[in-house]
């Protein structure tokens, strides 16, 4: 779980880089930073544990650092979604670079897709506000990553395998 924090904190620190929105590109470091923090946190507590042993409050220590680690990548995600949407410039020739901004265009991609057909399929109350049930929620960054199934290391996931992890190599 350390390493997959650390992939987030990567991933969220290129979009920062890229985001053409001042707070955004503010909010996501903001995030980032607190992940790599609570990362960091977890990664002592997992390796105090282990050598101590077993015992009721190391256990929920190590439990309460894991929750704190999934909100504060959910906060990255919401924060790279803000992000996405105000707008990216365009990636260097770095590779990695290249995939995040491709993931991200996808993901656009498919909320505008969604938004569009919520808008031809509009189910409106009386009101004119749109109606809750049977809604279809909009696809969000958290959503793609859980849909992406996990990579075997054994089989390169390019033609010209790069060396070394990626930013998106791991299922976040």
Request: aromatic share 2%; hydrophobic share 35%; with cysteine.
């Given at each position: 779980?350390?390493?997959?924090?650390?992939?987030v904190?990567?991933?969220?620190?290129?979009?920062?880089?890229?985001?053409?929105?001042?707070?955004?590109?503010?909010?996501?470091?903001?995030?980032?930073?607190?992940?790599?923090?609570?990362?960091?946190?977890?990664?002592?507590?997992?390796?105090?544990?282990?050598?101590?042993?077993e015992?009721?409050?190391?256990?929920?220590?190590?439990?309460?650092?894991?929750?704190?680690?999934?909100?504060?990548?959910?906060?990255?995600?919401?924060a790279?979604?803000?992000?996405?949407?105000?707008?990216?410039?365009?990636?260097?020739?770095d590779?990695?670079e290249?995939?995040?901004?491709?993931?991200?265009?996808?993901?656009?991609k498919?909320?505008?897709?969604?938004?569009?057909?919520?808008?031809?399929?509009?189910?409106?109350d009386?009101?004119?506000?749109?109606?809750?049930r049977?809604?279809?929620?909009?696809?969000?960054?958290?959503?793609?990553?859980?849909?992406?199934?996990?990579?075997?290391?054994?089989?390169?996931k390019?033609?010209?395998?790069?060396?070394?992890?990626?930013?998106?190599?791991?299922?976040?």
């Amino acid at each position: 779980m350390v390493s997959d924090g650390q992939v987030v904190v990567k991933f969220g620190n290129i979009l920062a880089k890229h985001c053409l929105d001042q707070r955004c590109s503010t909010e996501l470091l903001r995030a980032t930073e607190h992940t790599q923090s609570v990362s960091s946190q977890l990664g002592i507590v997992a390796r105090v544990k282990a050598v101590t042993g077993e015992s009721k409050a190391s256990s929920e220590l190590l439990l309460s650092n894991v929750q704190n680690l999934i909100q504060a990548v959910q906060h990255v995600l919401r924060a790279a979604e803000a992000a996405c949407v105000k707008g990216l410039g365009q990636p260097s020739a770095d590779p990695e670079e290249k995939e995040v901004a491709a993931f991200c265009q996808q993901w656009r991609k498919n909320l505008t897709q969604h938004r569009a057909k919520e808008a031809l399929n509009s189910d409106r109350d009386e009101l004119g506000l749109r109606k809750t049930r049977g809604a279809k929620a909009e696809p969000t960054l958290m959503s793609v990553v859980q849909e992406q199934p996990p990579r075997s290391r054994n089989i390169p996931k390019h033609p010209n395998p790069r060396k070394g992890p990626t930013v998106m190599d791991r299922h976040l």
